[in-house]
């Protein structure tokens, strides 16, 4: 197999650190790596494996001669640089939400729906952070059960919004101890010691635009048919986001059984033995490639109804790793190649 020339587009961001993390762990055939970022961080000198990579500028000429670039600098610069890399012949995946509502471009958890991609056009999609880990966990059940509705409350860590959130965590955090006033930037409300229900700008039908993400990509990577109802909450919390979903299927179950079923799945560890206080933390999720399930017990208020608590790494399996992964699964199925009508 060739080796194939990687850039990470927003290279020094968040994601993109998590991106040049993930890439080194990994076992692809990366023969160059390119780190690109805005034109005030070039320059700047990032140790990637035993090399030192210097950060050039993002721009449309930057990408000839690059293979794959993840990007993870926002809706704006995907939307200027995507099509400029395509037009290289650069296949991209992206982390905003400029690409996810495409009706020609793919939005792809791989552990769900590699099979799209076989189609793409040179822009593969990276669904939010939230979407991602829940249907990393419906996706078996609804292959075995036939998923009817799913109810799901999420408690999203602030890494989420950037590392400027992070730092205003730590700080409000901080000036509580020390019995000082808080300074509120990023959020509309103090985050710290509470719980935000909003994340993202509200849309006319009462829901958010994080609760609308969670609901349509779930209908285009997994199933138009499947009732979901969302909130979405921003908690204290670092990183990790955690899930509580209530799913009720066509089919009848065990909770046994679909212990066993979600145990056998890709990218899911079952942590689940409450007697003993074992539960899935976002704190011993972060850092960790896989979805934790734990609190798995049936919904006694109805007929095949269940109950579970899904936590994830959010830069990781929510944004990173994932991208990662779509670009394995690119490899591996022979698409790193641009179609000559895009
Ligand atoms: N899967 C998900 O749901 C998920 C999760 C987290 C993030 N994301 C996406 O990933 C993006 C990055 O998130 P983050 O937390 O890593 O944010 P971040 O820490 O602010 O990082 C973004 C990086 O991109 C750089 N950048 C900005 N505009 C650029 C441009 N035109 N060209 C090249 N680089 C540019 C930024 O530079 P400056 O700081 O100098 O502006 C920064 O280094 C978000 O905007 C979001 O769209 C998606």
């Known amino acids: ?49 035993d090399r030192e990579i210097s950060v050039v500028e993002a721009a449309a000429d930057a990408f000839a001669g690059v293979d794959i670039a993840l990007f993870s600098a926002g809706e704006g610069a995907a939307l200027e640089l995507v099509p400029e890399a395509v037009k290289h012949g650069c296949v991209c995946v992206d982390n905003s939400t400029a690409f996810r509502g495409s009706d020609v471009d793919p939005l792809v958890v791989p552990e769900v729906n590699a099979e799209a991609l076989t189609n793409h056009r040179g822009i593969i999609a990276n669904p939010n952070c939230s979407t991602i880990q829940m249907l990393v966990v419906l996706k078996p059940i609804h292959e075995k059960y036939t998923i009817k509705r799913v109810v799901v409350s999420t408690y999203q860590a602030v890494s989420g919004s950037g590392q400027a959130a992070v730092d205003e965590l730590h700080a409000q955090t901080r000036a509580f101890a020390e019995g000082r006033e808080l300074e509120v930037n990023v959020y509309p409300h103090q985050i710290a010691f509470n719980a935000l229900p909003h994340i993202d700008s509200f849309v006319a039908n009462g829901y958010t635009k994080e609760e609308m993400k969670m609901i349509d990509e779930t209908h285009k990577i997994l199933d138009p048919a499947i009732g979901i109802t969302t909130t979405t909450v921003r908690m204290p919390v670092v990183n990790g986001h955690s899930e509580s979903m209530n799913i009720e299927t066509e089919k009848p179950f065990e909770i046994d059984e679909v212990r066993e079923l979600l145990a056998g799945s890709r990218g899911i560890i079952i942590e689940d033995d409450p007697g003993n206080n074992v539960y899935p933390l976002a704190i011993n ?44 699964e690119l490899i591996e199925r022979d698409l790193v190649r641009v179609p000559g009508d895009v």
Request: charged share 20%; glycine share 12%; hydrophobic share 45%.
């Open 285 to 328: 999720a972060a850092g960790q490639d896989p979805v934790y399930v734990g609190r798995l017990r049936r919904d006694e208020s109805i007929g095949n109804g269940m109950n579970m608590w899904c936590v994830a790494d959010n830069l990781l399996k929510g944004a990173a790793l994932n991208t990662v992964q779509i670009a394995a």
């Open 1 to 49: 197999m060739r080796d194939f020339t990687f850039a990470i587009v927003g290279a020094l961001g968040n994601v993109g650190t998590e991106m040049r993390g993930t890439l080194e762990k990994s076992k692809l055939p990366i023969g160059n790596l390119v780190m690109m970022d805005v034109a005030e961080n070039v320059g700047q000198v990032v140790k990637w494996r």
